[in-house]
């Protein structure tokens, strides 16, 4: 909390902010996007909360400890400035039931696809974190600020030829020598969802085509960008049919889902919901929808929470039963935090809790 008391912008990154979303459990140290002006000031305060700082060799970033825990305040991750229009395009999340700003997911796999090079190429670890995060990117911008990059273009090949992610219809190429493309549009300009390109498709049922793409009830366009009955609004809230009404409040998740709908999808948005929602606000629930049904499973604190899951889901799930495997920690359990994983990542969960 010492970062948001101080009323520092950040945004927390690396691999927390890939499972804040819903990608696999964080392999990594902690890792705090901020401007460049920020963290001197962001050291001064976390020095002063205990923290120890050291001054690294890097000219991107600085490292301060808890403990053993490495934490880093990066603000300028491949090569690019963190702007206050990157951290603004954030969205405060419920990580390990702490609610701090988490880096948007487009400008989180820009950064991850522009850190692959010659000596570190692992798609064996970014196929995962693609799959998990797919519907919450708009993979033509993604496109745009890594056509440098053949590394970039490679992985998303992949992900496409897997049906992960949208096929290109842009006809994006790479930028001219001399001029990167590198978060050209979205450094100081948020892309905004072009209207036009749906006008023609034809409403269906919202389930995805040959290539991976969703038609329909406004799920995606051909773009792989959210249409007029999927988007968010300027705050980042839910609108349209039943995500999440004007006043940040969950409404019928289902009803924007088609029953046809791919499954898989369906439980990435209840999965979403029940970190999001005050009432639940866990993230470490797995949700799955199998024959129609709605079952999830996992722990929490207490039997309130238990029956919050419950309600959470039926109010989203629109008639479909819910199964709720959900246990209840006792006393004795309770200071572990729920979805942190032990050991080394249950450390760095408790110290992202203590710097956000």
Not at 292 to 317: D, H, I, K, M
Request: proline fraction near 6%; glycine fraction near 8%.
């Amino acid at each position: 909390m010492t970062l948001k008391e101080a009323n520092i912008p950040f945004a927390l990154g690396g691999s927390y902010a890939c499972w804040a979303r819903g990608g696999p459990e964080p392999v990594h140290d902690v890792d705090f996007m901020l401007r460049e002006e920020d963290v001197p000031r962001a050291v001064e305060v976390l020095a002063a909360s205990g923290l120890r700082s050291v001054d690294p060799p890097e000219d991107w970033l600085t490292k301060v400890f808890d403990g053993e825990v490495l934490v880093d305040l990066i603000h300028h991750p491949v090569g690019r400035a963190v702007t206050t229009a990157m951290l603004e395009r954030s969205r405060e999340m419920s990580v390990d039931s702490v609610r701090m700003p988490v880096l948007d997911a487009t400008d989180w796999f820009e950064m991850t696809l522009l850190a692959l090079e010659e000596r570190y190429c692992d798609l064996a670890r970014v196929l995962p974190m693609i799959r998990a995060m797919r519907e919450q990117v708009d993979w033509d911008q993604v496109r745009r600020s890594t056509a440098a990059s053949p590394f970039a273009e490679a992985a998303l090949l992949v992900a496409t030829r897997l049906n992960l992610i949208p096929a290109d219809t842009t006809g994006n190429t790479a930028a001219p020598p001399g001029r990167s493309p590198l978060w050209s549009v979205r450094t100081e300009h948020p892309t905004q969802p072009d209207q036009s390109a749906t006008s023609s498709r034809p409403a269906t049922s919202g389930r995805r085509d040959g290539l991976g793409r969703r038609d329909g009830l406004g799920s995606r366009d051909g773009l792989g960008r959210r249409d007029s009955l999927g988007r968010r609004d300027s705050l980042g809230r839910r609108d349209g049919l039943g995500r999440r009404d004007g006043l940040g409040s969950p409404t019928s998740v289902v009803a924007a889902a088609h029953v046809d709908d791919a499954d898989e999808y369906l439980a990435g948005e209840l999965h979403e919901l029940l970190a999001e929602d005050p009432r639940v606000a866990e993230l470490g629930l797995e949700v799955s929808v199998r024959e129609g049904a709605v079952l999830v499973a996992g722990e929490v604190a207490t039997e309130t929470r238990r029956r919050a899951v419950t309600e959470v889901l039926r109010e989203a799930a629109a008639g479909r039963p819910v199964r709720n495997e959900v246990t209840v920690t006792d006393s004795r359990t309770q200071a572990t935090p729920s979805g942190a994983g032990t050991g080394q990542d249950a450390t760095d969960a408790e110290t992202a809790e203590i710097i956000s």
